[in-house]
């Protein structure tokens, strides 16, 4: 039995949805479109005027050394600090998910890099790895090899924050019969982890994967204040690249690069869910 | 993983163990003897203490750093001591009114909370503290730190090889004073520990943070007043105007019938793929054609309305019972009163975590902001930064210092509602 709508509550609802609605059209649906369509149009004589080249910019743009090389970055940015990400979550969690005296404190100090921002602790690294003024004087950032290493440190301790505090949620929505159990079998610490507390809180993991991935792939004020992309580009990551090309005489290229970051991003995140969820364990 | 979930049901064979529950260490080291029981206790208390090392040890370094001395002095061959710092203030009362009452008020605060807790008290419950011998311990500690810590910097200041002896007086005689109001606790040796640890800790933070003159150098070099303004008005504008609109639009889908809903709330969360990182250059654009470029306008517009705060609130309000609201209907409350004398109260926990995340979010913002802003009147704390560290590659203390400013204030976000802020963090993680 379907009842009419009520001409008031439809009203109603579009005045209360109308402030979100002009947000999301005007700087989330309007923009990306743009987009797409900027990426159609070439720059002539250093933005003098634009030229409509179809798909042919998204096809030369998209399959170059330049974006290619962004990518790259980013990919070696998320391979640096996701694995990282998922083990020291994994571990701080473990280790303060007890009932021992003082263990708020340790809680405490395991969460505490929720605290600095990622220009903050882009600064604090920036100034650790200094060559010359620098406690841990190193001469990683002079080094195209070590350069995107010493960035991703940054990232991975300002994660461990995030990661512990998303794990250790897991972990207490375990119940506690599951491990006394497990412990009753005669199962040792290392197997009862391996084999009872991840499968169990493996919906826990692939949250925190997507997360750290999509943040991984975003990576920008790290690389902007440590390294400023150098040595010698070796460090620009995709979105570096995109807010590098933010001119008006390089819009059709940014606007490919876009879209294309668009894509990773869908297509990571997609290909992260169709195959893990399978293997992801949910309790009824 | 059906064979894992077979033997964990399989039924214990085993009761003698049964039988020794451990309250304190379950699990980890049920059926132990008492001697492998202390080796495991001093074996996750150690590796508790590790991973806390790890994990503080850039904030532990970079604090090394900020105070000590510039690279002009490392570079004259000169000790990378404490003593080398640059110190700021000659006595506790000089440095202008506002800092005078703003440290004595915080070292007071201090202490006033250690008695609280120590005498059982909470936040909520400040009565405990109201006895003469607690609230002379407060007053009598935080004389006896003025006085002393003017000692230190002192000595600091002319580099005198007193001020380990000013220190050592400064950390004892606040440690008396704080006996006087932790006296009565048994066993003896526990005040003596408490009070001795708070005073070091006092004794520390009040020579570092109020003596050397590296912050206020890191303000005033960074001009962090003016970006730190703006960061907070950003802040609170983007938050309110987040909270608001999540609020309204949550209310729509979580409660009002209306034509094409699950179309519409299918757009609302497809903008959760286009993240400003993809949308940038175009929104870029749309600021510039809006001619607001440089202005709070442009630094809040793309950021007034979010689809996770309205999941997150429509989950809210679905917990809200049916009955509540067809019982204020009756009692004649329209949707307007409906929503903020009963839904919103009602839902207190989400918003509440939804409106510190969405502070920390914006107050974190750099991408945007580098991005709209190009003049340095303009920029917001975060960007002051990277300008910081372009300049000041020399003073690394001064950069480093700026840096810890710029964080304090999501410290104290953080102290004040770790709990909304973690209930936030994980909303999508954990179910329920």
Redesign the interface.
């Known amino acids: 039995m379907r009842r009419r709508y009520s001409a008031r509550e439809v009203a109603l609802a579009f005045v209360l949805l109308l402030p979100s609605i002009v947000v999301f059209v005007a700087f989330f649906y309007r923009p990306f479109l743009n987009l797409l369509h900027w990426g159609t149009f070439e720059s002539r004589r250093n933005g003098a005027y634009f030229e409509d080249v179809g798909l042919t910019q998204y096809r030369e743009q998209l399959t170059g050394d330049d974006f290619r090389e962004g990518l790259w970055h980013s990919v070696q940015f998320v391979l640096y600090t996701v694995p990282a990400g998922l083990v020291l979550g994994v571990l701080l969690a473990v280790a303060a998910h007890r009932r021992l005296k003082g263990i708020k404190a340790f809680q405490a100090i395991f969460s505490s890099t929720l605290a600095s921002s990622v220009a903050v602790t882009s600064v604090i690294f920036f100034y650790l790895f200094n060559p010359v003024v620098g406690l841990v004087a190193t001469n990683w950032l002079n080094d195209p090899t070590w350069a995107m290493f010493a960035v991703s440190l940054s990232s991975i301790w300002q994660n461990m924050g995030l990661a512990f505090v998303i794990v250790l949620a897991g972990l207490q929505a375990v119940p506690d019969e599951v491990m006394e159990a497990a412990t009753l079998d005669g199962y040792g610490p290392v197997r009862r982890l391996l084999r009872i507390t991840l499968p169990l809180i493996s919906p826990v993991l692939l949250f925190l994967l997507v997360v750290l991935v999509i943040f991984g792939l975003q990576a920008f004020a790290q690389v902007d204040i440590i390294t400023k992309g150098g040595p010698v580009s070796a460090t620009e990551t995709l979105v570096f690249k995109i807010n590098r090309l933010n001119r008006p005489d390089n819009i059709g290229i940014g606007a490919v690069y876009s879209v294309g970051l668009f894509f990773v991003t869908l297509v990571v995140t997609a290909v992260q869910f169709t195959i893990l969820e399978r293997r992801v364990h949910y309790a009824q | ?1 059906p064979s ?1 979930a077979g ?4 039924p ?1 064979a ?1 009761d003698d ?2 039988g020794s529950p451990e ?6 080291t ?1 059926g132990k003897s008492s001697g492998r029981r202390t080796l495991g ?1 001093v074996g ?2 150690g ?2 203490v590790v ?2 090392t790890i ?2 040890a ?2 532990a ?2 604090l ?2 900020a105070l ?1 001395p510039p ?1 002009p002095y ?1 570079d004259a061959g000169k000790p990378l001591h404490p003593v080398a710092v640059d110190w700021k203030d000659r006595s506790w009362l000089s440095g202008g009114a506002f800092s005078v009452v703003a440290r004595t008020a915080l070292v007071a605060l201090a202490l006033a909370w250690v008695q609280l807790r120590s005498a059982g008290g909470t936040a909520r419950h400040l009565s405990p503290l109201a006895t003469p011998r607690r609230l002379l311990a407060v007053v009598a500690g935080t004389v006896v730190l003025a006085v002393l810590v003017t000692g230190i910097w002192e000595a600091s200041y002319s580099r005198s090889s007193a001020t380990a002896w000013w220190w050592l007086a400064a950390v004892f005689g606040v440690a008396a004073t704080q006996l006087i109001g932790l006296g009565d606790i048994r066993p003896v040796w526990k005040p003596l520990l408490v009070s001795l640890l708070i005073s070091v800790a006092v004794v520390t933070f009040a020579t570092i943070a109020f003596g050397t003159s590296v912050w206020s150098r890191g303000w005033d070099q960074g001009d962090l007043g003016p970006a730190m303004t703006r960061s907070f008005s950003v802040t609170v504008l983007i938050t309110v105007a987040q909270v ?3 609020i ?2 949550a ?2 889908f979580a409660f ?4 094409l809903k699950t179309l ?1 709330f299918a ?2 969360m497809g ?1 959760l ?3 400003l ?10 600021i510039r054609e809006l001619g607001w470029i440089n202005s709070n306008a442009g630094l809040v ?2 950021f ?2 979010t ?1 996770f705060g ?1 999941f997150l609130i429509r989950q809210g309000f679905k917990g809200v019972p049916p009955e509540i609201q067809d019982a204020t209907r009756l009692d004649g409350y329209g ?1 307007m009163a409906f929503l903020w004398r009963f839904a919103v109260p009602l839902t207190r926990p989400v918003i509440a975590s939804f409106t510190v995340i969405s502070a920390l979010g914006a ?2 913002q ?2 945007w902001p ?2 709209v802003i190009d003049d340095s009147r303009y920029q917001t704390a ?2 002051r ?2 300008s ?2 372009g300049t000041e ?2 003073n ?1 203390n001064v ?2 210092a ?3 400013l ?2 304090i204030p ?2 104290l ?2 102290i004040a509602f ?1 709990r909304q ?2 209930r936030g ?2 909303a ?3 179910k ?1």
């Open positions: 993983m894992d033997s964990v049901a399989a214990a085993t163990l049964l309250p304190v260490l379950a699990g980890a049920i206790l996750q208390y590796l508790l991973l806390a994990v503080l850039p904030v370094l970079s090394m750093q000590s690279f490392i608001v609109t999540s309204l639009a209310y729509a009002l019938r209306f034509p519409i757009l609302f903008t793929l286009l993240p990182e993809v949308t940038l250059l175009a929104n870029v654009q749309t517009a793309p007034a309305a689809a309205t949707h107050w974190n750099y991408l580098q991005a975060q960007i930064l990277k910081i560290v590659v020399a690394a950069g480093v700026a840096a810890i710029v964080a999501v410290v976000l953080l770790q802020i973690i963090l994980t999508g993680a954990v329920g």
